[in-house]
């Protein structure tokens, strides 16, 4: 079995000016991190997802660019095909589109977009992912299903990436796990997304190790085709591990332990969080590691160490 390479991505959420953003996305790149991704909020002061890419590629050469991850309530899956085919384009190749059912009850409550049951923004996700899909495929669609009716639609633009541009999905719960396996180059293991709205923060390595168990179990014999990521909660150096515990266990009310063991924290030295990652990679699989840019500054020694790295396991 080959364990597959490092990737990083850097999940930038803010932008004071245009410089200070290209700035980003040029550290981003001189470290290490293989692609700026931005989330799909419309609460909180984020930047807007497409023109805040564009920008950050065209400040680059190398570093790829994706969403992370378009919520599919908010926008019609055609378009969302000939934005991703018209980033791909423009950027020879560099965008990767990340996808989800939703879960930030906040975005639907303040724009008026129904929140509906998890069954229903599953089902319009599957047939949302099968019209890009192959509209990024060069295929012609047809689809009546349940929730889109498109006829005959001919993609408008066509990526340069082939067979298309890389899919990932994020998924915490049973349904989305299996669908992501089947269908994403990319699976993201989140949390799972309860049915009122937010998160339940089922952060333990045995619930993730759950999840990615699902994930192997659906995939079958493409599981060696999918490339698993988690989002980073936080990283903390040696010097904050125990105050950032404890901080932690009082806001979530769970003891701090918890944390040092989570794939969704780190802690400690660069040796020691390099020793934690290729741990995690060998017994879950994980190889690619997102990080919100307010704790870039502690991953980015990491960063600089591990990206493309690989390991032969015989």
């Given at each position: ?19 200070a ?22 609460v909180?002061g984020r ?11 065209a ?9 992370n ?22 950027t ?8 989800g059912?939703?879960?930030?009850l ?17 089902g ?24 889109y ?9 066509l ?12 998924a915490?719960g ?10 994403a180059?990319i699976?993201s293991v989140?949390f799972?997304?309860r ?26 014999d ?8 988690t989002?980073?909660?936080g ?6 591990r125990?105050?950032?515990?404890n901080?932690?266990?009082?806001a ?7 944390f ?5 924290y780190?802690f ?5 969080i390099v020793e934690t ?19 870039w500054?502690t991953?980015?020694?990491v960063?600089?160490?591990l990206?493309?790295d ?5």
């Open positions: 079995m080959n364990l597959r390479p490092f990737r990083f991505g850097l999940v930038a959420t803010e932008a004071g000016s245009s410089a953003w290209r700035e980003k996305a040029q550290r981003a790149e001189s470290v290490g991190y293989d692609i700026l991704l931005v989330p799909d909020h419309i909180g930047v807007g997802w497409a023109p805040a890419l564009m920008a950050a590629a400040a680059t050469s190398r570093l790829r660019i994706g969403t991850v378009l919520d599919n309530d908010f926008r019609h899956p055609a378009f969302v095909a000939q934005d991703a085919a018209t980033l791909d384009m423009l020879d190749g560099r965008f990767e589109l990340g996808i059912a939703g879960w930030l906040a975005d639907y409550t303040t724009t008026g977009i129904p929140w509906e049951a998890p069954g229903v923004r599953a319009r996700m599957e047939e949302a992912v099968t019209i890009i899909t192959q509209l990024l495929e060069g295929k012609t669609v047809t689809l009546h299903g349940q929730h009716t498109i006829n005959e639609l001919p993609p408008s633009v990526p340069v990436q082939h067979p298309r541009v890389p899919l990932m999905i994020g915490g049973p349904r989305m796990l299996a669908f992501a396996a089947r269908h180059d699976v989140v799972t997304s049915r009122e709205g937010g998160l339940t923060l089922d952060f333990g390595t045995a619930s993730v190790a759950a999840k990615i168990a699902r994930v192997r179990e659906a995939a079958g493409r599981i060696d085709q999918i490339e698993l990521n989002l980073l909660q990283v903390y150096s040696a010097d904050e125990d105050a950032a515990a901080d932690l266990s009082a979530l009310e769970t003891p701090a332990e918890a040092f063991d989570s794939p969704y780190l400690g030295s660069t040796d020691e990652l290729q741990r995690r990679r060998e017994e879950l699989g994980i190889s690619y590691y997102s990080v919100f840019d307010r704790h500054e991953l980015n020694p960063v600089e160490r990206a493309g690989v390991v032969w396991d015989a």
